[in-house]
């Protein structure tokens, strides 16, 4: 999935926008926490650098595979951020009610709630899930959040401390790689 909010939805970040893969899973609140430094850096770059959303459910979680599939449709409608936001900011209510969980947050954000319902129950957007773990594996996520920009895997699962100062020397110097050429 890709949405660089807050460009408006529609507009395509620029083709030379550095891009930034989050690899994140909906129920981990290691990725709540890090949900400041993805805030910080949107508000920093904006449509200079290209925040990928890249789903890692994890085993554990009961309900993370159905909450990536959740945020696809989120995505399909143009608000795969906010959504994310709005999931990540109470893991522990999808912890406790699940796919009803994941519809209803939908409706609060004003999204086809319906459409949610059937594409959980239908599995629409399995196969981008599927294909975003097995990519994560290959290159050896094994936990979220991971981010990757310019070839380089940051794990923030140990801990957060200090990634986002690198992510923004790196998007910093990718920038200025640009303006150079």
């Known amino acids: 999935m890709s949405d660089s909010s807050p460009v408006p939805a529609g507009t ?9 893969e989050v690899w994140c899973e909906l129920q981990c609140p290691d990725c709540r926490s890090a949900l400041d430094d993805v805030r910080a850096l949107r508000a ?7 925040l990928r959303l890249r789903h890692f459910p994890l085993e554990r979680h009961k309900h993370a595979f159905a909450a990536a599939q959740a945020a696809e449709e989120a995505a399909e409608q143009g608000q795969a951020w906010p959504y994310v936001e709005a999931v990540l900011g109470r893991v522990e209510e999808l912890d406790r009610r699940g ?4 519809v209803e947050v939908a409706g609060e954000l004003g999204l086809d709630a319906e459409e949610f319902d059937t594409a959980l129950i239908d599995g629409r957007h399995i196969l981008i899930v599927d294909a975003d773990q097995a990519e994560g594996k290959a290159i050896g996520v094994t936990g979220t959040p991971t981010y990757v920009i310019a070839g380089e895997r940051l794990d923030g699962g140990k801990s957060q401390e200090g990634l986002r100062e690198r992510i923004e020397e790196i998007v910093d110097r990718l920038l200025a790689g640009q303006t150079e050429a």
């Open 12 to 20: 395509p970040a620029p083709a030379s926008a550095p891009v930034l």
């Open 44 to 50: 920093r770059y904006g449509d200079r650098l290209e």
């Open 99 to 102: 796919e009803p969980f994941l």
